[in-house]
């Protein structure tokens, strides 16, 4: 630094420019948080009340419950086993006519594979309203619609998974290079053909890493959607809570975990081959 | 094609044999075998499925064709009251998630404290936040707070796992700087790590707040309350035309809330659009 500065021949006064004034800015955008952190913390009109004294009061329970959770009662295992299994192919069942759905939708949804703006637009916007709707909402209404079993809870995994699927793929292929689009184009391909020979090639990978990526977040789903009657171990893990078996949801959720973080390894080693 | 016809007399374009590809083949084959088995062990209910278009068409039109618009209100207070659950949980989730996740991001915390706090937050992953909320309701009751409660812990397994993703792809000059000129620990994240990754941050902290807004409709079906606890009664009840206002807030709640929330992610990351200044970098 002074090397530099003293080698310089003719010295000119560097004058530093004055601090930006950012100050007023972040005090409205500050207050502006504060009123609606404030704002959501009123009971009287519908916010959280918080309340720290139930916490120093019970926080006793708590620590009950999580050590009964972490004594595992293993005698519930062998009725775990065709629970689990049912969540499993739900999960597979879902994510594999999901895939299915998705392909079209997603080079539907796209721009480079669909210039028509306006079917363009409403796939998407329909897309949209499907994706604000959460799972088990779906759950819900659909077995209040067509009954308990695994039947709603299949149809709710597959909305959630086209949903995030064809969002995903979609924007993919937007942010794709289109020259082999444009080679197609110039070799005169109608634009089904241009999609089939190179849009759907190159979007493979983007496809098949996104179906992966749902099919583990169906697994997690279908712990819990039967807790509203889809089916799966979510009805298991009900009727334990019902009777206040902690040491029995324990080894469900040990259960529900190993198998979610080997599919996750599992899918995650897939992927990093996908790329 | 017609281009092998015409150069044929000077060299003969054979194509390439295409890759075989056995192993990616056989997967492929397993795969379509493991799904078609899932699909004959389900018991899907066929003549359910048979009717299904049908049942649809039935409840659709008892929700949608004549929505019972005097539940508004009600409807209202209650979205608020899961939207509070979703805003109270994402701060209380984004501050324990800042603060766990930076001591665990590579070449800030030592790997002693950066193993068990990354599997720590992989076991909150795995935990549905209905379970979590199950446990907590056995401290605070069946309480919005307990709504809350459940999306903050809920929330540490995948924010704090953004938080040092984001903290490590922050390139390394600043922190070499900072250290260099005698920054301590502190003086490091302050100086080198959070001016770079405070945007990212602060984005992600609104995703975190979109993601509860449809979470804490969910917490509401285990009755800690919110939109969710009302759409559990109704629907149980088989009030089908308030079902349907219901429906429509959440779409129409959520929808606004990830515009107005992406609108702001994108002002963070892109920064406001510069008007009549030259600006060189």
Known sequence: ????????????????????????????????????????????????????????????????????????????????????????????????????????????????????????????????????????????????????????????LILFDVGIVVKLVSEAIDSADAQYMEAGRAAGGNQTQINRVTALPQSWPAIASQVLYSLELNVRISAILGLVGAGGIGRLIDEMRGFYRYDALGTIVLEILIVVIAIEIASNLLRKRLR | MTATATTASATRLAIPAKPRRLAVRAAGWAATVVILLAFWDIDLEWDKIAGLPADLAHYGALMFSDPNWSMLGEAALQTWRSVSMAWIGAILGVVL??????????????????????????????????????????????????????????????????????????????????????????????????????????????????????TSAILGLIGVGGIGAMLTDYTQHREWDTVGVLIIVVIVVTMVIDAISGAIRRRIMEGAKVRGVERQH
């Open chain 2, 97 to 214: 998630s800042t603060l766990l996740g930076i001591p665990a991001a590579q070449g800030v915390g030592p790997a002693w404290v950066r193993l068990p706090l990354r599997v720590i937050f992989a076991v909150i992953r795995a935990m549905p936040e209905v379970l979590i909320a199950i446990l907590i309701l056995t401290v605070t009751g069946l309480t919005p707070f307990t709504g809350a409660l459940a999306l903050a812990i809920g929330g540490i397994g995948t924010h704090a796992k953004w938080t040092y993703e984001t903290i490590e792809a922050v390139p390394p000059g600043t922190a070499e700087a900072v250290r260099a000129s005698g920054g301590s620990l502190v003086e490091v994240i302050r100086w080198g790590l959070w001016p770079v990754a405070a945007p990212e941050l602060m984005s992600l902290a609104l995703y975190r707040f979109e993601i509860n807004v449809r």
């Open chain 1, 1 to 156: 630094m002074t090397a530099a500065d003293a080698a310089a021949p003719a010295r000119t006064d560097l004058a530093i420019p004055p601090r930006p004034r950012t100050w007023p800015k972040a005090v409205v955008v500050g207050a502006a948080l504060v009123a609606f952190t404030v704002a959501t913390t009123i009971p009287a009109i519908g916010g959280v009340e918080i309340d720290l004294a139930s916490i120093a009061r019970n926080w006793t329970n708590g620590l009950d419950r999580i050590g009964q959770m972490l004594t595992p009662d293993l005698s519930i295992l062998p009725r775990t086993w065709q629970p689990l299994l049912e969540t499993l192919e739900m999960a597979l069942v879902g994510a594999a006519i999901s895939a299915v759905l998705a392909v079209p939708l997603s080079l539907w949804a796209a721009r480079p594979t669909n210039p028509n703006g306006v079917t363009r637009r409403a796939v998407r916007f329909v897309l949209n309203v499907v994706r604000a709707v959460p799972d088990l909402v779906y759950a819900t209404v659909l077995v209040a619609m067509v009954g308990v079993g695994t039947l709603p809870g299949i149809i709710t």
